[in-house]
């Protein structure tokens, strides 16, 4: 007699990872289909996948099946304090969180799994992004400033006023159409309009925060807050915010960047980090739902996320520029305009606008 045997399948269910990652050794977040390029979610996955809680090995498996979902994109080199990944596990429990983070490198550390609705995607729900950078005061000093002064550079009350004020005219909502990648994005788009209308975000928070000294050099961070941000954008934030604060008088040039086309020069990746990402929509109405899917927050990691910050993020920034000084070599001309009198208007078309950054030097695309 043949006797017939019922496969069990595990129950699966969607989940929110809550996790801070070192992006230095790291090709961004996103997994790529060359399997040699090292990235987060690649090594997440392997962890993942270790543990026991996928059947799938890689993500390139069925990213679609998985609903693989991340709160916000982080270019090379980017690193990220709070962090959130969307998926299908299978059989989570909290035991299993111990094992994953053994899978998984010292640069990459989950703090909670937190199951979610079934519709939730990270991306989709998140309100806001919070992006930090963290910058050598000497950033602002005039240009030529030698290595033994800029070491001993500190920013004047009326220099850090004046940054401050310059990080304020960035509130609200703009075209930020020169803060991107005008010749990558545009391949995505089948006219200019259409390309312009999604360049407008609105910036809700913007502000500098008081310097401190780390081994005899000055450091601060800036901060950028906003629904999302484009390709680029936050880099080139900072380094109009680097170009307008060694000069004097900005308020004239620093508006014009939203209504001329303009070449920004982008900062160095390194030093910038996704601070937060929240979900207030969700967070507000998850009782809605059902009482078994609590908030999204990292409030009861805070300490370990601090201690992250400490011991990986903060020194390795701020040791790297100790080391290599790559403010100190920020190009003054981080800003140029683009202008001609080859048409009666006296500016470029969009072509070639796109034409002129495509022969533009590495220094104004390079990622």
Not at 218 to 223: L, M, S, T, Y
């Amino acid at each position: 007699m043949t006797v017939r045997v019922r496969k069990v399948f595990p129950s699966v269910a969607k989940y929110a990872i809550l996790m801070s990652y070192d992006g230095t050794p790291f090709q961004g977040i996103q997994w790529q289909r060359n399997k040699k390029v090292e990235t987060v979610e690649k090594r997440l996955w392997e962890a993942i996948s270790k543990s026991g809680l996928s059947s799938k090995s890689t993500l390139s498996s069925d990213t679609h099946a998985l609903q693989f979902s991340r709160a916000s994109r982080t270019d090379k080199g980017v690193s990220a304090l709070r962090q959130v990944v969307s998926a299908v596990l299978w059989q989570y429990s909290e035991d299993k969180l111990g094992l994953l983070n053994s899978f998984l490198p010292e640069q990459i550390r989950v703090h909670e799994i937190v199951p979610v609705i079934p519709s939730f995607d990270s991306w989709d729900w998140a309100s806001t992004r919070h992006y930090s950078y963290l910058i050598p005061t000497y950033a602002f000093a005039p240009p030529g400033i030698s290595l033994g002064d800029a070491e001993m550079f500190r920013v004047s009350e009326a220099q850090l006023w004046r940054v401050r004020k310059i990080a304020l005219g960035f509130l609200g909502g703009h075209n930020f159409i020169n803060f991107t990648d005008k010749v990558r994005l545009t391949k995505d788009f089948s006219d200019r309009s259409t390309f312009e209308r999604s360049c407008y975000r609105y910036i809700m928070a913007a502000y500098v925060d008081d310097p401190f000294v780390y081994k005899g050099v000055e450091f601060c961070n800036v901060h950028f807050k906003a629904g999302a941000f484009l390709y680029h954008q936050v880099r080139k934030m900072v380094a109009c915010l680097v170009h307008f604060g060694r000069l004097d008088d900005t308020e004239a040039l620093f508006d014009s960047l939203f209504e001329e086309p303009t070449c920004i020069a982008l900062a160095p990746s390194w030093p910038l980090y996704l601070n937060s990402v929240d979900f207030d929509a969700y967070n507000k109405f998850h009782f809605l739902f059902s009482p078994k899917y609590p908030k999204i927050c990292f409030d009861q990691h805070e300490h370990n996320i601090q201690t992250f910050y400490d011991e990986k993020l903060k020194c390795h920034i701020m040791e790297k520029e100790l080391r290599d000084s790559d403010w100190l070599n920020f190009s003054p001309d981080a800003i140029s305009e683009v202008s001609t009198n080859e048409n009666t208007n006296g500016k470029r078309s969009f072509e070639q606008w796109s034409d002129e950054l495509e022969t533009k030097p590495p220094f104004y695309l390079s990622v």
